[in-house]
């Protein structure tokens, strides 16, 4: 393997090894091989690339054969790619949510003002902005985020759907 910069940049953020291998989903034995210079692949030093905001290829001091930069290069692109996708899909369930919240407001204002609800009525339009928000929060977190990791695993949630 090549010289890598991972127990630099590490103590740089004055983190350890074990909440660097928390913040990338990398076991803490893999992040001691690491920075002992055994191999990893190339998937998991993305992950620790991504944890420590940095591009792969700063990870390394030099790299030794043009094939692996070719690699480094493949990746980097691969893992740009998956991340697009992924926060198409997520921002494609965000506006899915807010769409679906307009037509409620819409609907229950004039259905209000038609007299069709009683006051009642416009507790509607909270309780979904409130409601759905949580329950939307609840799926990203524990179903849709999973599905997206395991389909995309060099790309990392969107910060919006945090928001949920």
Known sequence: MNKTHIGELR????????RLAAESGVA?????????????????IALIADALEVAVRDLFVSVESIDFG????KLDARKSAQQARR?????AFIYLFQGVGV???FAT????LTGTF??????IIPAYWAGVRLLFGFLFRIVIDPRLDAKYPLSLPS???ADY
């Open 87 to 91: 926060d198409s899909i997520t921002h």
């Open 11 to 18: 103590r740089a953020r004055g983190w350890t090894q074990e």
């Open 28 to 44: 803490g034995r893999t992040i001691q091989r690491v920075e002992a210079g055994n191999d990893a692949s190339l998937d998991t």
């Open 159 to 161: 910060r919006a759907a």
């Open 109 to 112: 204002i004039v259905l209000q």
């Open 118 to 123: 009683s006051w009642l009525g416009w507790f």
């Open 103 to 105: 037509l409620v407001t």
């Open 70 to 73: 070719e690699a480094v290069e």
